[in-house]
T-cell receptor, first 116, second 110 residues
Framework: DTGVSQDPRHKITKRGQNVTFRCDPI?????LYWYRQTLGQGPEFLTY????????KSRLLSDRFSAERPKGSFSTLEIQRTEQGDSAMYLC??????????????FGSGTRLTVV | SQQGEEDPQALSIQEGENATMNCSYK?????LQWYRQNSGRGLVHLIL?????REKHSGRLRVTLDTSKKSSSLLITASRAADTASYFC??????????FGTGTRLLVSP
């Protein structure tokens, strides 16, 4: 598999529940990014990792959100005590260090979260 | 927050026509990239133009960049129904992460 995989594709959860998403990047890519996209908008940056180190977090990432990339391979994004405003598409992307700034990012198909 | 704004927000054309989308941005950039997104799917990288380049071609795509006006345009020539998608410009700034524009929804009718 040469692409970025995200699981699950869709998640419906009740308000107040916790959810966790997984992203498997391209294996040789060092950088992994999480974005959130609401309907009709462009993706908004949430956080990124270089290997296992989380280098930057957006102000959009409240304390209910946590992301990990424990061994520098796959990553998880957890949302605790979900709210209806968390409903969105969560996109993961990966890149080879600075080549992401040269050749672009590879995106997964996203996880669509619906909080009811 | 969005770094770029795209114009028009929506564009409807017939197959065979050309489609032009414009992107304006706010700060200095290292490069500017264009992505396509089919409905409900992830984004696909189309083309990248560096800040010291003015024009770039890839197949039916032509991108221009005017750093003095902080603007870029994407031209799709001889459009096809399969080009129907949302198109986003995205910028790499000094913070080394992509920041996206608001997008243009393109509809190409047979």
């Amino acid at each position: 598999d040469t692409g970025v995989s995200q699981d699950p594709r869709h998640k419906i959860t009740k308000r107040g529940q916790n959810v966790t998403f997984r992203c498997d990047p391209i294996s040789e890519h060092n950088r992994l990014y999480w974005y959130r996209q609401t309907l009709g908008q462009g993706p908004e940056f949430l956080t990124y990792f270089q290997n296992e180190a989380q280098l930057e977090k957006s102000r959009l990432l409240s304390d209910r959100f946590s992301a990990e990339r424990p061994k520098g391979s796959f990553s998880t994004l957890e949302i605790q005590r979900t709210e209806q405003g968390d409903s969105a598409m969560y996109l993961c992307a990966s890149s080879l260090d600075s080549s992401g700034a040269v050749y672009g990012y590879t995106f997964g198909s996203g996880t669509r979260l619906t909080v009811v | 927050s969005q770094q770029g704004e795209e114009d028009p927000q929506a564009l409807s054309i017939q197959e065979g026509e050309n489609a032009t989308m414009n992107c304006s941005y706010k700060t200095s950039i290292n490069n500017l990239q264009w992505y396509r997104q089919n409905s409900g799917r992830g984004l696909v990288h189309l083309i990248l133009i560096r800040s010291n380049e003015r024009e770039k071609h890839s197949g039916r795509l032509r991108v221009t960049l005017d750093t003095s006006k902080k603007s870029s345009s994407l031209l799709i020539t001889a459009s096809r129904a399969a080009d129907t998608a949302s198109y986003f410009c995205a910028m790499i700034t000094g913070f080394q992460k992509l920041v996206f524009g608001t997008g243009t929804r393109l509809l190409v009718s047979p």
